[in-house]
């Protein structure tokens, strides 16, 4: 074997080594995840509405728009979760509760391929454009 | 081993490391000009302020077209279908084959796919008033080796305009009770 090979070969063995922590571990892959208060700030809205079924049409709707298929929607729970595949598969839930007498928290997770998204930017994004179709919601005539 | 095989396959395994590694798109939940249009592709309204008409018409039509209903919510106005039928296509399987033949390259080519759709409906209170119905497709295509070849939105006009041309004569089979 030529020093070029073993050079090649360790360096392949070394990036198996370190691409992989902690993967198979079921209990890590399980229990893993940012920090909560800030994941949940990044992640959740409040509104001036009580009404959840509007709510979570509107969030059906935007992401509808933004080139999702809708998964799953439960009313009594307050969620939808939808996938969007571009080749790549983001999938994502929102899910809607009440705070207090007359508002709701909406909140948003999503996992983009194999993993958590906890980038705050994308977050903003959605909830950019949740927050337009509230407002035209809102303003619909009734 | 080669040193080229070796080479090959630790380029590979870099590819496929960095893969998982890769981040979400920035344009990923961003509205872009192409939203209204889509929109706009993709929805109907009809004359009827009866939404559980409209999604029993389009249970129904799901049906007609071979998908199985997976999930639904009336409540939200909300069906998701699926089916699973051949990616197959005699031209790419041919070409696969001749590749293989000639170079000795792996023979694969798309075999299984799985469609989804899922139909939301809303009432519409401008105008003269209505129940839209907005539907969206995906699929994802598999190879004869198992593996993922396609991840997609479909947005093929003509499939969301026969779609819709079929939906309009389910909703009139509906309230005729045929």
Redesign the interface.
């Known amino acids: 074997m030529?020093k070029?090979?073993v050079l090649?070969?360790s360096?392949?063995v070394v990036?198996?080594f370190f691409?992989f922590p902690g993967c198979s571990n079921p209990k890590e892959a399980v229990l893993s995840g940012g920090d909560q208060v800030k994941l949940r700030s990044i992640q959740s809205r409040r509104f001036e509405t009580n009404d959840k079924?509007k709510t979570?049409?509107t969030a059906?709707?935007t992401l509808?728009?933004?080139?999702?298929?809708?998964?799953?929607?439960?009313?009594t729970l307050g969620t939808?979760s939808?996938?969007?595949?571009?080749?790549?598969?983001?999938r994502i839930t929102v899910a809607v509760r009440p705070y207090g007498e007359n508002q709701l928290v909406v909140r948003a997770n999503?996992q983009?391929?194999?993993?958590a998204?906890e980038?705050p930017?994308?977050?903003q994004?959605?909830f950019?454009?949740f927050e337009?179709a509230m407002f035209l919601t809102a303003h619909?005539?009734? | 081993m080669s040193?080229r095989y070796?080479?090959f396959?630790?380029v590979l395994?870099?590819s496929l490391?960095f893969?998982?590694c890769?981040?979400?798109?920035?344009d990923?939940?961003?509205?872009n000009e192409a939203?209204i249009e889509?929109?706009r592709l993709?929805t109907r309204v009809f004359d009827t302020s009866d939404e559980a008409q409209i999604l029993s018409a389009s249970a129904s039509l799901l049906q007609d077209l071979g998908f199985t209903l997976d999930?639904s919510?009336t409540?939200?106005?909300?069906i998701?279908a699926s089916k699973d039928r051949s990616a197959a296509n005699a031209g790419q399987v041919t070409g696969a084959v001749i590749l293989a033949a000639l170079f000795g390259t792996p023979c694969t080519y798309d075999e299984k796919q799985k469609i989804?759709?899922?139909v939301?409906t809303?009432p519409v209170?401008?105008g003269k008033g209505g129940t839209a119905v907005?539907v969206?497709?995906?699929?994802?295509v598999w190879d004869n080796y198992g593996r993922i070849t396609k991840?997609?939105?479909l947005n093929d006009t003509d499939l969301y305009v026969g779609f819709f041309d079929k939906l309009s004569k389910a909703v009139f089979l509906e309230a005729h009770e045929i």
């Open positions: 030529s070029g090979m090649i070969g360096t392949f990036l198996a691409s079924n979570l049409r059906m709707a509808q728009d933004l080139g999702f298929v809708i998964d799953e929607a439960d009313e939808v939808a996938t969007k595949l571009d080749r790549y598969a983001l999503a983009y391929n194999l993993k998204v980038d930017e994308p977050y994004q959605f950019t454009a337009k619909q005539v009734e | 040193k070796l080479l396959s630790a395994f870099l490391m893969q998982g890769e981040s979400i798109p920035k990923a939940l961003r509205m939203t889509q929109r993709q999930k919510e409540k939200l106005g909300l998701v989804r759709a899922s939301v809303h209170y401008e907005r969206t497709f995906q699929r994802v991840l997609e939105r």
